[in-house]
């Protein structure tokens, strides 16, 4: 038998699924009849705290921080399964795309991606383009006749960073590690 968890009123968003489903469109979670076709074709729907139609179904209803502190939003693969087959073209994906951003503006990322957010910070790249692993690429580049690499420009991944709220991640990990001294 499973446990019954009670939500008080006072704990839920009733704007929250108004502020996706504006963000989202046409494609609005607003029009989910609750078939569960998405969560029956997911791939990691096994290793996920909430099936896909759970995670709507917990937008529907308000369930603001229990969807944004869900590992489901960072398991996915987006394979887009579940977007394909959804028969009222409600777009997962899409709407999974847009509660990583909220969660992230509100700090709720896992710590497996600040690594990457930092390193892409810091020089542009996923993977560092430094010292002998850029020396390696631009050989290989050169020997297969592809044009040098292009270093980004910082003060645009600045400004997409900023919009996103992913430099919140950043800005709270470097207080985080002066704090620690």
């Keep these: 038998m ?19 489903s504006e963000k989202v469109g046409a494609k609005s979670l607003l029009k989910c009849i609750q078939c569960g076709v998405c969560s029956s074709g997911c791939t990691v729907t096994e290793y996920v705290d909430l099936q896909p ?8 209803l308000g369930l603001k921080d229990r969807v944004l502190s869900s590992n489901a939003i960072w398991t996915c693969s987006l394979c887009h399964r579940c977007t ?19 969660a992230v503006k509100e700090g709720n990322c896992p710590e497996e991606y600040r690594g990457t957010i ?32 292009v270093p980004p420009d910082l003060k645009e991944i600045d400004i997409i960073m900023n919009e996103t709220g992913i430099g919140n991640l950043i800005k709270k990990a470097s207080e985080n590690k002066e704090s620690d001294k």
């Design 2 to 20: 499973t446990e019954e968890e009670i939500i008080n009123a006072e704990d839920l968003d009733y704007n929250f699924r108004y502020e996706i």
């Design 53 to 60: 139609h759970r995670v709507v179904a917990s937008c529907l």
């Design 84 to 102: 394909e087959r959804c028969p009222k073209g409600v777009d997962y994906s899409f709407i999974l795309a847009l509660l990583r951003n909220l």
């Design 118 to 149: 930092q390193t892409i910070y810091d020089n542009g790249y996923v993977v560092p383009y430094t010292g002998g692993l850029a020396t390696n690429i631009d050989r290989r580049r050169d020997r297969f006749g592809l044009p040098k690499i």
